[in-house]
């Protein structure tokens, strides 16, 4: 029979400790001072095939960033490979499917990098080691809490859009945001999130893995539990009792959140693309699911929305 005991899920996943913190810490500071020094090597990808499916990759409805620490990481995208050296800051646009494998270092100097994340209200800071076969393994974790949220974000997309520009001084600008960026989330990294003192690390790190598979059809509890090697009752029975909300029901309010972001920022989609990004296969069960949770069909929201008689603020109280 399966443990379970989800502290610290089964060894997967663990929220980071001083030292963790402090890790994160320098090495953002690090980075910080290359750009100082105009230094830094920036890599961002193409903005391109956003969303769509392309087998063993995966893609956030937000921006991340890739710190490499130790060895590599070789990125591959639909349009073109990288890979991510010591030293080097990524910027992976928001909906672009990526994959990711884990190299050992020169002298076989073992792998290691952070990730930066953007979910619901939090920024995630994790460091990862090569859980064999070039797989990516979260070491720890931790959630930091912020207003500037939004800011940080925008930042983020906002190099995407320099990088490809064009723009004559693309580069200037771009290291000036980017110091700002990494300034900020030094400064981010030596603060407690206050949610710790209202959830526990285990639910934290519940929610994270659900944000973190919103695109994944096989995402459900059962999916959870075999991550966490623990079964899917008692899984949905400390989610229950511990957020007074069940896993499923927490499962497609994110995923309805992730749908309200894209119909927000993506016209183009059809409601079959965006029910497919949003780890639906069944585009009629997601209309369902979405009127649901929100008293609108994604037809109906997408055409309120651009007349100007909803908001986001609005529908999302629903949620």
Not at 97 to 124: D, I, L, Q, T
Not at 153 to 168: E, I, P, W
Not at 223 to 248: Q, V
Request: a neutral charge.
């Amino acid at each position: 029979m399966m443990g379970q005991n989800l502290e610290p899920l089964s060894g997967m996943l663990s929220t980071a400790n001083a030292a963790g913190r402090r890790e994160f810490f320098e090495v953002l500071n690090h980075r910080v001072g290359e750009l100082e020094r105009d230094q830094a090597k920036l890599f961002i990808p193409r903005p391109q095939h956003l969303m769509q499916r392309n087998p063993g990759m995966r893609y956030q409805f937000r921006p991340e960033i890739y710190l490499q620490i130790q060895g590599a990481t070789r990125f591959r995208f639909p349009a073109e490979e990288r890979v991510l050296s010591p030293g080097e800051i990524a910027i992976v646009p928001a909906g672009l499917p990526h994959a990711e494998k884990a190299c050992a270092g020169e002298a076989a100097v073992p792998f290691r990098k952070m990730v930066v994340g953007f979910y619901s209200n939090s920024v995630s800071m994790h460091l990862a080691v090569d859980g064999g076969a070039g797989r990516p393994e979260i070491e720890t974790i931790q959630f930091y809490s912020t207003p500037d949220l939004r800011r940080l974000v925008d930042q983020a997309d906002f190099m995407v859009q320099l990088q490809h520009s064009g723009r004559m001084r693309a580069s200037v600008a771009l290291r000036g945001i980017a110091l700002a960026l990494m300034g900020s989330l030094a400064d981010l990294s030596q603060t407690e999130t206050p949610h710790e003192g209202q959830e526990p690390p285990r639910i934290f790190l519940i929610k994270w893995l659900v944000r973190d598979h919103l695109c994944n059809p096989e995402l459900n509890v059962t999916f959870l539990a075999n991550r966490l090697e623990c079964s899917p009752d008692y899984l949905s029975h400390i989610f229950r009792k511990e957020t007074g909300e069940t896993l499923i029901h927490y499962i497609n309010r994110q995923r309805m959140k992730g749908a309200i972001e894209v119909l927000d920022n993506d016209s183009a989609l059809t409601i079959s693309e965006i029910a497919w990004a949003c780890g639906f296969v069944d585009a009629g069960y997601f209309a369902r699911v979405f009127r649901k949770h929100t008293g609108l069909t994604p037809l109906d929201y997408r055409k309120r929305r651009f007349q100007g008689k909803e908001t986001e603020e609005n529908v999302l109280r629903r949620c």
